[in-house]
């Protein structure tokens, strides 16, 4: 179909979750919307592949927000299809000679299993554990789907409530600082709560330490998506679908049009244009200034733009992943020391002290790989990822590790196979059975592979642009663009490069639709969700 002018109230590009998001949000909202994707499938990051009914998640796997984001509510994604395990057992470090450290969204429970080690740290974890629960929940999620503050303006917000002055405090002090402050004696709980604080590429060294107790509360209580995490993305596809939306896939745009300095519509690479009153992009902020709409026209908008642009940071960091199609699940002889090694989603193993991890990131900052990360057997919280028809009892894991991009050991595709040999012979080390059983297929997943499959993340980006304090809240993704709104009229932002980020939060898209509603007088059909308004009667968002 070849597009006309004023075809399309609003018009998306990108079909990843920010972009379905907003779709669906504003086609409710009785918008004309078309969603244009790039490459041969909707979805972006939440991208499940399917080998001889082996479901391997090749990037988004761990989902964050699953019980606090609105849209899954809103757009009532659960009768769509996309439902979500929640495992009672997060994280298990384990160790060289066979013990482990679970520990659980269950405060108590994770105390329980630290008293095997430390009763001190049981004790002194309970008590870091409710605060950083509290500022969690009472305001690091309500700032994640409400509109970003300038750092100043939030320190000045938080000034007035106890919660608040907590996270100020944090946000002076990086994550060493704060794991430091705990005071654990541990060093197998230190290493795990570290882990999962950098897990994600975050520095531990830079500052944002806010983000430390945000990051190690939502790893605790994280998801998978029953089906695999294209589960995810299906149902936000059919809730657009069912409120009118168009999504044309395999449709790349190379332009921005505008008019008059004014964003009236986009151009395909095959010559196709379709005009809107509003045009929301997803793509990372060189692609969509640079790029679509071009450095003259960004000039003309805004004098500072195109140099903010051009300074955005990409992570110094990426990440390598192999999913192993296996005749039988991984048995951890950490689980004859506890038991729930076996239950818990996340394994890490090949390091066992701050230090080394420490020592670890810098390496792979530096371009070097190393066999140190966590490994998920996928099947063991949902069963349907293998084919147990075809093949009893077998089972799906995947292993994840921080990795270069720019690999000084060679080529990635050259060494990827190797690698995963390693990666294969550490699991072995803590799940002997591994040593006879058999590999039916495997995946490995490199950053270089990443940037090819998904091209808003450059350099195998994890979060689509580094997380610096010069770009996070009302910073992200720059100052000119921040409110979702651009210089340049009728042309807004919504991806992960805005705020609050990556990791299949939504809530780019679910912020961004928000602001497109009320400047096109739509009527807003959500509400705003009750923590948010306990949030706000608090004083902890705007």
């Given at each position: 179909?070849?597009?006309?002018?004023?075809?399309?109230?609003?018009?998306?590009?990108?079909?990843?979750?920010?972009?379905?998001?907003?779709?669906?949000?504003?086609?409710?909202?009785?918008?004309?919307?078309?969603?244009l994707?790039?490459?041969?499938?909707?979805?972006?990051?939440?991208?499940?592949?399917?080998?001889?009914?082996?479901?391997?998640?090749?990037?988004?796997?761990?989902?964050?927000?699953?019980?606090?984001?609105?849209?899954?509510?809103?757009?009532?994604?659960?009768?769509?299809?996309?439902?979500?395990?929640?495992?009672?057992?997060?994280?298990?470090?384990?160790?060289?000679?066979?013990?482990?450290?679970?520990?659980?969204?269950?405060?108590?429970?994770?105390?329980?299993s630290?008293?095997?080690?430390?009763?001190?740290?049981?004790?002194?974890?309970?008590?870091v554990?409710?605060e950083?629960?509290?500022?969690?929940?009472?305001a690091?999620?309500?700032?994640?789907?409400?509109?970003?503050?300038?750092?100043?303006?939030?320190?000045?917000l938080?000034?007035?409530?106890?919660?608040?002055?907590?996270?100020?405090?944090?946000?002076?002090?990086?994550?060493?600082?704060?794991?430091?402050?705990?005071?654990?004696?541990?060093?197998?709980?230190?290493?795990?709560?570290?882990?999962?604080?950098?897990?994600?590429?975050?520095?531990?060294?830079?500052?944002?330490?806010?983000?430390?107790?945000?990051?190690?509360?939502?790893?605790?209580?994280?998801?998978?998506?029953?089906?695999?995490?294209?589960?995810?993305?299906?149902?936000?596809?059919?809730?657009?679908?069912?409120?009118?939306?168009?999504?044309?896939?395999?449709?790349?745009?190379?332009?921005i049009?505008?008019?008059?300095?004014?964003?009236?519509?986009?151009?395909?690479?095959?010559?196709?244009?379709?005009?809107?009153?509003?045009?929301?992009?997803?793509?990372?902020?060189?692609?969509?200034?640079?790029?679509?709409?071009?450095?003259?026209?960004?000039?003309?908008?805004?004098?500072?733009?195109?140099?903010q642009?051009?300074?955005?940071?990409w992570?110094s960091v990426?990440?390598?992943?192999?999913?192993?199609?296996?005749?039988?699940?991984?048995?951890?002889?950490?689980?004859?020391?506890?038991?729930?090694?076996?239950?818990?989603?996340?394994k890490?193993?090949?390091?066992?002290?701050?230090?080394?991890?420490?020592?670890?990131?810098?390496?792979?900052?530096?371009?070097?790989?190393?066999?140190?990360?966590?490994?998920?057997?996928?099947?063991?919280?949902?069963?349907?990822?293998?084919?147990w028809?075809?093949?009893?009892?077998?089972?799906?894991a995947?292993?994840?590790?921080?990795?270069?991009?720019d690999?000084?050991?060679?080529?990635?595709?050259?060494?990827?196979?190797?690698?995963?040999?390693?990666?294969?012979?550490?699991?072995?080390?803590?799940?002997?059975?591994?040593?006879?059983?058999?590999?039916?297929?495997?995946?490995?997943?490199?950053?270089?592979?990443?940037?090819?499959?998904?091209?808003?993340?450059?350099?195998?980006?994890?979060?689509?642009?580094?997380?610096?304090?010069?770009?996070?809240?009302?910073?992200?993704?720059?100052?000119?663009?921040?409110?979702?709104?651009?210089p340049?009229?009728?042309?807004?932002?919504?991806?992960?490069?805005?705020?609050?980020?990556?990791?299949?939060?939504?809530?780019g898209?679910?912020?961004?639709?928000?602001?497109?509603?009320?400047?096109?007088?739509?009527?807003?059909?959500?509400?705003?969700?009750?923590?948010?308004?306990?949030?706000?009667?608090?004083?902890?968002?705007?």
């Open positions: 179909m070849k597009g006309s002018r004023d075809n399309y109230d609003v018009i998306i590009i990108g079909a990843g979750p920010n972009g379905m998001t907003a779709g669906g949000y504003l086609a409710k909202a009785g918008a004309k919307v078309l969603i994707e790039k490459t041969h499938e909707a979805g972006g990051g939440l991208w499940t592949d399917e080998f001889a009914g082996f479901r391997f998640n090749l990037h988004a796997t761990f989902l964050f927000m699953m019980e606090w984001m609105p849209p899954y509510k809103d757009l009532e994604l659960e009768e769509y299809g996309c439902k979500y395990i929640k495992p009672e057992a997060a994280v298990s470090l384990l160790t060289k000679d066979g013990k482990a450290l679970t520990l659980y969204a269950d405060i108590e429970k994770s105390a329980q630290i008293a095997r080690f430390s009763k001190k740290d049981a004790e002194r974890y309970r008590e554990m409710r950083w629960y509290a500022l969690t929940e009472e690091l999620i309500p700032a994640t789907y409400t509109m970003p503050m300038p750092m100043l303006d939030m320190v000045v938080y000034m007035n409530s106890e919660i608040g002055r907590k996270v100020n405090d944090l946000a002076e002090e990086n994550f060493v600082e704060i794991l430091n402050k705990c005071g654990f004696e541990n060093e197998y709980l230190k290493t795990a709560l570290m882990y999962l604080g950098t897990m994600w590429g975050l520095d531990p060294e830079i500052g944002l330490g806010f983000l430390f107790p945000l990051f190690v509360n939502r790893m605790l209580n994280t998801s998978i998506i029953v089906g695999g995490s294209h589960s995810f993305a299906s149902a936000l596809y059919k809730v657009c679908n069912t409120y009118g939306a168009d999504i044309l896939e395999a449709a790349e745009v190379t332009k049009i505008c008019s008059d300095g004014k964003a009236v519509g986009v151009e395909l690479d095959n010559g196709d244009k379709y005009y809107g009153r509003a045009v929301i992009t997803t793509t990372d902020p060189q692609t969509t200034f640079l790029k679509l709409v071009g450095e003259d026209i960004c000039a003309k908008a805004s004098r500072g733009l195109v140099p642009v051009k300074s955005w940071e992570e990426s990440l390598f992943n192999v999913n192993f199609a296996l005749n039988e699940p991984p048995r951890y002889k950490a689980a004859e020391f506890d038991p729930d090694v076996n239950k818990s989603l996340i890490i193993m090949g390091v066992e002290t701050v230090a080394d991890l420490l020592r670890h990131i810098k390496a792979v900052q530096g371009g070097k790989f190393e066999v140190m990360g966590s490994a998920s057997t996928l099947t063991d919280l949902d069963p349907i990822q293998a084919p028809d075809v093949h009893p009892g077998s089972a799906v995947r292993w994840e590790s921080l990795a270069p991009y690999n000084k050991e060679g080529d990635w595709e050259k060494v990827k196979d190797k690698y995963a040999d390693e990666i294969f012979k550490v699991m072995t080390h803590y799940a002997p059975n591994l040593a006879k059983a058999k590999v039916i297929r495997r995946y490995p997943y490199h950053p270089k592979y990443i940037e090819e499959k998904l091209a808003s993340m450059k350099k195998g980006s994890i979060k689509h642009g580094a997380y610096v304090p010069t770009q996070m809240l009302s910073n992200r993704p720059n100052i000119y663009c921040s409110s979702y709104k651009t340049i009229p009728n042309l807004y932002v919504a991806g992960a490069s805005t705020w609050p980020g990556g990791m299949v939060l939504l809530g898209g679910y912020n961004a639709a928000g602001v497109v509603a009320r400047d096109l007088s739509l009527k807003k059909w959500w509400e705003e969700p009750d923590f948010i308004k306990e949030a706000r009667k608090k004083g902890l968002v705007k």
